[in-house]
Structures are given as structure tokens and as C-alpha cells.
């Protein structure tokens, strides 16, 4: 990583070589403010499984995922994360690009 930088319990990460970042944060935070939320990319909701004993995972692409995780935090059906991740670049990543990253993740 070429840098990163915390502040409390969020981590926000430049990959050296790529104009993207990588944004970590808890689900409590998840008002605190990064301009590249905004943007289109893929992100992670991460949380303990039914049992407690794995993480459970859902990954999804929004064209804003400050708005897309905003819904989540509301959404009943996904109340099991308590963290998430984000990627994106700092100009967004287009459809095809965040569908693609999607794909070989998921």
C-alpha cells in the first residue's frame, strides 16, 4: 500500500500505480464523510454469520455507495454487517468495471 491513513477505526488506502482507494469502516460510522463514497465501485458488508463462528459477506456495486449503503443500513434483510469496505477510484469506476470486479469477487 502506498499509504494509508486512520482516523479512529476507519481506514481509507491508495494502492501505489492505480488512482483508486480502498475505504474500510465500522457500520456505525457510516455517516463519516469520503468523497469518493460517492462514486460508483464495489463494497463489501461484512458481519458474523448466523452461528458467530465465520464473517458473512454480501457484495454488491452501487453508482453511489454512500446512497447504496445508506439503504442497507435501513434494510432489515441485511442487518447482519457491522463493518464494511469499499472500492473505488477517484474519478468512479464505470458500470462495466465495478460489474466486472463484482463478478470475480462474488
Given at each position: 500500500m502506498d499509504d494509508a491513513v486512520t482516523e479512529q477505526s476507519r481506514l481509507i488506502s491508495r494502492i501505489e500505480g492505480w488512482a483508486g482507494r480502498i475505504l474500510a469502516s465500522p457500520r456505525k460510522e457510516i455517516g463519516w464523510h469520503d468523497e469518493m463514497l460517492g462514486n460508483r465501485g464495489v463494497y463489501f458488508l461484512i458481519g458474523p454469520d448466523n452461528n458467530g463462528n465465520r464473517n458473512r459477506v454480501y457484495v454488491g456495486q452501487a453508482g453511489n455507495i454512500r446512497d447504496r449503503l445508506t439503504r442497507h443500513n435501513?434494510?432489515?434483510?441485511?442487518?447482519?454487517?457491522?463493518?464494511?469496505?469499499?472500492?473505488?477510484?477517484?474519478?468512479g469506476l464505470d458500470a462495466d468495471q465495478a460489474g466486472y470486479l463484482e463478478s470475480q469477487i462474488a
Open positions: 435501513n434494510d432489515s434483510n441485511k442487518d447482519f454487517w457491522d463493518r464494511f469496505i469499499a472500492i473505488t477510484s477517484c474519478s
